[in-house]
């Protein structure tokens, strides 16, 4: 048809149980779920907040991604 095709998608906010398992993925850590409960309350639950939220935090050295 030639017409671009759009569609938003919304994410739910990520309970703090989901933002533990992306920090077990992400820097290979078994953090503290208050961490888990402090970011993901700082953050909104919000995916591209916990996202920059992260790689801000690893940038100043205020985290450390675990050894492979």
């Not at 703090?16 to 953050?43: D, H, M, Y």
């Amino acid at each position: 048809l030639g017409v671009p095709v759009r569609e938003i998608v919304q994410l739910s906010a990520i309970s703090p149980s989901g933002v533990q398992i992306w920090l077990r993925n992400r820097l290979r850590w078994e953090a503290p779920f208050e961490f888990a409960e402090w970011l993901s309350a700082k953050t909104y639950g919000r995916p591209r907040v916990i996202q920059s939220a992260l790689e801000h935090l690893l940038q100043s050295g205020m985290l450390v991604q675990g050894a492979n």
